[in-house]
């Protein structure tokens, strides 16, 4: 059985900068899984029709179809119930705390400091879907928006519930990651991948968290392509 990851690529297809993809990614090696991960992109919507979705992450499990990044986070838990990552009741409900500060809070100060990179970083087929989506979105220019100050600024407030924790173990789910460290660090591999703006610095701790959460799995996050490594075949 081949396990398959619909997974969000760039300008080059081993660019992967999806921060819901890179959650389950993580997931997935956390659980010890393989998955043979498909390059998509924003304009091959038709590529997921036998999913019923439009988006990716989609993962296809033997006869399993699963969308959505916390939902698959969930199969992944239900199926593979060795290593948890939500587990259930109240440590399930957690989850989705840090599912909903991740996507509220920290990416859009991200998305705000690093949005033209980003356009960049998307392949140039999908850069005029991307920027009417979201500039029908924002209400204003990607142009506009854009502002590396107030982002940074904006970032900066939003990590401090990070600070704390770390403060007091290595990671969010205490001695090793597990879901609330993969829901949230899935943001930071997103901005990775396509920009090289410093969005933390060395002397916070969640720089050091950062630093243990690429070299989990092998290294899964450090050896992932960023656009700093192929950006000068495509100008």
């Known amino acids: 059985m081949t396990r398959v990851l619909f997974d969000l690529c760039g300008i080059d297809e081993g660019l992967r900068f999806s921060p819901y993809c890179w959650r389950v990614r993580y997931a997935l090696a956390h659980k010890g899984l393989e998955v043979q991960t498909r390059p998509w992109r924003f304009s091959e919507k038709?590529?997921?029709?036998?999913?019923?979705?439009?988006?990716?992450?989609?993962?296809?499990d033997g006869d399993e179809v699963v969308t959505d990044s916390y939902e698959i986070l969930r199969y992944l838990d239900r199926t593979y119930p060795?290593?948890?990552?939500?587990?259930?009741?109240?440590?399930e409900a957690r989850g989705r705390f840090f599912k909903h500060y991740a996507e509220r809070s920290l990416a859009p100060a991200m998305m705000r400091t690093i949005i033209m990179d980003l356009l960049n970083a998307i392949h140039p087929d999908d850069r005029a879907y991307f920027r009417e989506s979201r500039e029908k979105r924002f209400g204003r220019t990607l142009e506009e928006f854009?502002?590396?100050?107030?982002?940074?600024?904006?970032?900066d407030a939003a990590l401090e519930p990070l600070r704390g924790r770390l403060k007091e173990a290595d990671y969010l789910d205490g001695v090793a990651p597990a879901g609330a460290d993969y829901l949230v660090f899935g943001s930071f591999m997103w901005a990775r991948c396509v920009s090289s703006a410093d969005l933390v610095s060395n002397a916070d701790p969640v720089h050091g968290w950062l630093e243990r959460m690429l070299d989990q799995h092998g290294g899964l996050g450090r050896k992932a392509l960023r656009i700093t490594d192929i950006e000068g075949a495509y100008r």
Request: charged share 15%.
């Open 46 to 60: 038709q590529a997921l029709a036998f999913a019923d979705h439009d988006k990716v992450p989609v993962l296809v």
């Open 82 to 91: 060795e290593a948890p990552l939500l587990g259930e009741g109240l440590a």
């Open 146 to 155: 854009h502002s590396p100050a107030k982002g940074l600024a904006q970032l």
